[in-house]
Nanobody, 120 residues
Framework: VQLQASGGGLVQAGGSLRLSCVAS??????VGWFRQAPGKEREFVGL????????WYGDAVKGRADLSRDELKNTVYLQMNSLKPEDTAVYYC????????????????WGQGTQVTVSS
């Protein structure tokens, strides 16, 4: 599975962004989003089980993030609202053939990442 993430950019605190992840080249059971800031470990943002549409969110973004999918376009959207400077990171989407969990261990295909920068 190949993944293409896009939609990152520079936004002021309190603003919103919608990230997109287009998947191609295979089937998948889950698509997830993770982020990594400089000097920090990778952090779980959210994931969706493709067939059921069930979603899970990381504690840091819960209530501010919303995942949706377009099955016809094989695309997952991550809507991020009320952005904070601490949301600044490279955001990666990932795919798994299984029903993945927030550990990230089940994801075996990763996109190239898209930079999100939130200014204060």
């Amino acid at each position: 599975v190949q993944l293409q993430a896009s939609g990152g950019g520079l936004v002021q605190a309190g603003g919103s962004l919608r990230l997109s992840c287009v998947a191609s080249g295979g089937t998948f059971g889950s698509v997830g989003w993770f982020r990594q800031a400089p000097g920090k470990e990778r952090e779980f943002v959210g994931l969706v089980w493709w067939l059921s549409g069930s979603t899970w969110y990381g504690d840091a973004v819960k209530g501010r993030a919303d995942l949706s999918r377009d099955e016809l376009k094989n695309t997952v959207y991550l809507q991020m609202n009320s952005l904070k400077p601490e949301d600044t990171a490279v955001y990666y989407c990932a795919a798994s053939s299984r029903l993945a969990t927030e550990t990230g261990n089940e994801f075996d295909s990763w996109g190239q990442g898209t930079q999100v920068t939130v200014s204060s």
